[in-house]
């Protein structure tokens, strides 16, 4: 059985996974420009991960966590299929390239921008629900920067080797 409580855990967990990973990453680049967008990506999702934490036990409604507790298994399984929400199962020691390691930092961020889409029904209070939005909002300029990211290796504006992978 899911509750509200449940789905800010995830999420909670989801930005923490995020924030340890771009600062494990800020670690093995020399780039300057590079580890500066790094940290600004690992202490964006140091804000998210505490604006998901109070959200926690602020949703009451009973009919909420009823609709909750009997489709969110079934729906969470169907949506997201084989994404895992976490970087827990990646095996980064199997990434060669700064280009694979942004790909799947850009694979991570787009599977949290969607499981925070679905969080958006499940939420009636409008500060919550654009607290939310803002946070998908940010998600998605993750997303950006780290294309541009792979775009400017890809382009030789950046060079692999700026990377320690």
Not at 77 to 90: N, R, Y
Not at 104 to 125: C, G, P, R
Request: proline share 2%; glycine share 2%.
């Amino acid at each position: 059985m899911f509750t509200p409580n449940d789905l800010m855990d995830i999420a909670a967990k989801m930005e923490k996974n995020g924030q340890t990973i771009y600062l494990e990453s800020k670690k093995k680049v020399d780039n300057p420009t590079l580890k500066s967008l790094l940290q600004w990506m690992a202490d964006e999702e140091t804000v998210h991960r505490e604006w998901f934490l109070k959200q926690k036990d602020t949703w009451t409604s009973s009919a909420v966590n009823k609709d909750l507790e009997t489709m969110l298994p079934d729906v969470i399984k169907e949506m997201m299929g084989d994404k895992t929400l976490s970087l827990d199962d990646v095996d980064f020691s199997q990434i060669r390239s700064a280009s694979e390691m942004l790909d799947t930092f850009v694979t991570f961020e787009n599977d949290t921008i969607l499981f925070y889409e679905f969080l958006q029904a499940f939420i009636q209070d409008t500060q919550a629900l654009s607290g939310l939005e803002k946070i998908i909002k940010e998600e998605k300029n993750h997303v950006e920067k780290l294309t541009d990211m792979i775009q400017a290796i890809s382009s030789k504006k950046i060079s692999e080797q700026a990377f320690h992978f």
